[in-house]
């Protein structure tokens, strides 16, 4: 099963909809026939409510379902209300960052590019810390809290059960300075002990590597279960998407194949790392 609270409710969500379309109904059809509202049936199957166990109960008798896998359910809608890790910063991540954290915890596959900054997991404190500082508006204990939870989100890559975690970083993410030239030494240093981690791989994407067709960063997860679909997330400055349809997961997967060929060999964009490293150590 499912490890964290919102691949917990996710696997639920996925788990409820397939229930009902094998019916061949519609949420209206359900909630009419529950006595319920429709958007309620509908929240139910996009995880934005909580379901209760005896909302469980309620559909499972209405589409007769096993023993087993109303339990199942019921299971899952208790463990999807404990609280993340993460969630005990409060303020310090936004709601909609809390999402994709217990989804990023359960993944098993992580796929990143990067085309302004270092990627979250391998950032040092000093870096993650000026980006707080200086891109929203938050107080010194939230962003204490954030940059908590960012180094906190980093030890899954020197864990046994490491996803297998591919990032791709444009060079101009190497070279712009955060902070000052103190703070861009630590980082890539950093960024060279995350590369060596087993189950880490890094790939840099240089200046001269010509057009690319991808206009943003963003992130695949994929899960170890085959109930569980990929989601690629790609995020702003007040919210996020979340796309989960083979359409998207199978276009950003070209997308990011795209980038792993043009960009630099792991060992070249070491090399690279460190030549930049070297620039700034001047």
């Not at 809608?77 to 991540?93: P, S």
Request: charged share 25%; aromatic share 8%.
């Amino acid at each position: 099963m499912s490890g964290s609270p919102t691949a917990r409710r996710r696997r639920l969500s996925i788990e409820l909809k397939k229930l009902r379309e094998k019916s061949a109904l519609t949420c209206a059809q359900v909630g009419a026939a529950l006595d319920w509202s429709g958007s309620k049936v509908n929240r139910m199957e996009t995880g934005s409510g909580r379901i209760q166990p005896s909302d469980i109960d309620a559909l499972c008798r209405f589409y007769g379902t096993s023993d087993e896998l109303r339990d199942f359910l019921k299971s899952l809608a208790r463990q999807a209300k404990v609280r993340g890790w993460w969630q005990a910063h409060g303020t310090g991540v936004p709601e909609w960052f809390n999402i994709y954290i217990g989804l990023e915890q359960d993944a098993t596959a992580i796929r990143q590019y990067q085309c302004e900054l270092v990627p979250g997991l391998m950032q040092s404190e000093s870096y993650a810390r000026e980006l707080h500082t200086t891109g929203a508006h938050m107080s010194a204990e939230d962003i204490d809290r954030a940059v908590r939870v960012r180094l906190e989100r980093q030890v899954m890559l020197s864990q046994p059960d490491a996803p297998d975690a591919w990032f791709i970083v444009n060079e101009g993410a190497l070279r712009h300075v955060i902070g000052d030239r103190g703070v861009m030494r630590e980082q890539l240093e950093r960024v060279l002990e995350s590369a060596a981690l087993p189950t880490v791989t890094l790939q840099v994407l240089p200046f001269d590597c010509g057009t690319r067709p991808v206009t943003g960063p963003f992130t695949m997860l994929g899960f170890p279960a085959p109930e569980d679909p990929d989601i690629v997330y790609r995020d702003g400055i007040t919210d996020a998407v979340y796309l989960e349809g083979e359409h998207h997961v199978r276009e950003y997967t070209r997308a990011f194949d795209g980038l792993r060929a043009a960009a630099l060999s792991p060992q070249r964009s070491a090399q690279l790392v460190k030549s930049i490293l070297k620039e700034f150590a001047q």
